[in-house]
């Protein structure tokens, strides 16, 4: 993908339904998750012109890991981006796996690092913190800490290993096998709204990924994670840079009236009461960025749901995470994706229902009009 007016560069993902699909949410999924499926919904990813592919974890879906590997053999150059979960994973064995699928990938592997999840889902889980949201995020540093501590080991090829004593971990001789394919690692995405999240994403990040909301709420988000940066350079420590990413749905279609129609047509076999009873399954999380997605349904009911020009809350009482969607024409979508951009995003993790017919849609109508004018945009400002 094209580069932004000050050079950085714009990289679009897609998604893979691990635990199914269809044209609806609210019911049960139409299409299993089969290897099959998901081979195909990754090739009319890479197809349409994605560069990666978000695999989701937690306990419903099939391990990413697994179908990450998958992914990369059925395809040539796209992407995966996979879960280390601190409290769930040893860090050395998360690094080592990472290692793993980059060098088998040959450089296509990218980390999602997820802290937390529904309080059950942790409990299952066996995490003994899943009461206790900020401690998740102090261990996640030390995690985190360990695996670029002993992926930076490998490229050494220091014999000792890696040390580390901390309040959750210890680690002697720690060490990854293989070498990372890519130097000085697989790029690490980081979510999490909460301050305690965001300063570990400033700290340790590459990219730190937000669900869509209303632009102005994206660039304050930004602003307080540049704060959190300069506070972490005030201590003498040299500057870290981030790269801002955003997690959101998407329904284009050629004709604005043909867009919200079927972004509609999404909801319309859910039973109201179902929608009800998610509403108070996700008010029930710790999860900051979650509770600040229901909000944007809640204030939004009296406006069907419109939280700003082509960006729609619909779907946020009943699919839990990222559920925003940017709902119009090519021409409207790829000018509010531009808006984000300006804003500071790079980097866009899209989606939509059934996850194959609209990687193929978005991949006719939306992908080459917003190439084209990222590009046109880079000559002007290369020219001026």
């Known amino acids: 993908m094209a580069k932004t007016e000050t050079g950085q560069r714009v990289e679009i993902g897609w998604f893979i339904p691990t635990t199914g699909d269809g044209h609806y949410v609210g019911i049960p999924p139409q299409r299993e998750a089969t290897r099959q499926y998901m081979v195909d919904v990754a090739r009319a990813a890479e197809a349409a012109g994605y560069e990666f592919v ?40 998360a690094a080592r796996m990472a290692a793993t699928l ?14 937390g999840h529904y309080p ?42 890696f040390d580390f004593s901390g309040k959750y971990y210890e680690v002697r001789g720690g060490q990854s096998r293989p070498a990372l394919w890519q130097k000085p690692h697989p790029p ?34 930004i602003a307080e994670m540049e704060g959190y940066l300069d506070e972490l350079a005030s201590g003498g420590a040299p500057r870290r840079s981030l790269r ?25 076999k859910a039973d109201p009461k179902l929608i009800a009873s998610r509403e ?26 419109v939280i700003g020009p082509n960006l729609w809350a619909g779907l946020s009482a009943v699919r839990g995470g990222g559920a925003v969607a940017f709902v119009g024409t090519p021409e409207q979508v790829s000018d509010r994706l531009l808006e ?45």
């Open 54 to 93: 978000l695999i989701p974890t937690g306990g419903d879906c099939l391990d990413a890991w697994v179908v990450g590997s998958w992914v990369a053999a059925s395809t040539t150059k796209l992407k995966t981006l996979v879960a280390m979960r601190p409290g769930l994973m040893s860090p050395v064995i």
């Open 120 to 161: 059950q889902d942790l409990v299952a889980s066996g995490d003994s913190l899943n009461l206790s949201h900020d401690e998740r995020y102090d261990r996640t540093r030390e995690f985190l800490q360990i695996v670029k501590g002993v992926w930076e080991q490998s490229w050494q090829e220091n014999p000792e290993g």
């Open 340 to 384: 984000f951009v300006d804003a500071g995003i790079t980097s866009f993790i899209l989606s939509g229902y059934p996850h194959l017919e609209e990687a193929e849609i978005s991949g006719r109508l939306l992908m080459p009009l917003l190439r084209e004018k990222l590009v046109k945009r880079n000559k002007s400002a290369s020219l001026s």
């Open 244 to 268: 801002y990413g955003l997690r959101a749905q998407l329904v284009v279609r050629e004709t604005e009236e043909e867009a919200w129609k079927a972004a509609w047509n999404i909801l319309s």
């Open 188 to 221: 690490l995405y980081f979510g999490g709204s909460s301050a305690a999240g965001k300063k570990v994403a400033a700290e340790l990040a590459d990219c730190y990924l937000m669900w869509a909301e209303p632009l102005e709420w994206i660039r304050e988000q």
């Open 280 to 305: 108070k399954l996700h008010s029930r999380t710790d999860a900051t960025n979650q509770r600040r997605q229901m909000e944007l349904w809640n204030d939004s009911r009296d406006r069907d749901y």
């Open 102 to 115: 980059d060098r088998v990938s040959e450089g296509r592997a990218l980390i999602n690092v997820v802290t």
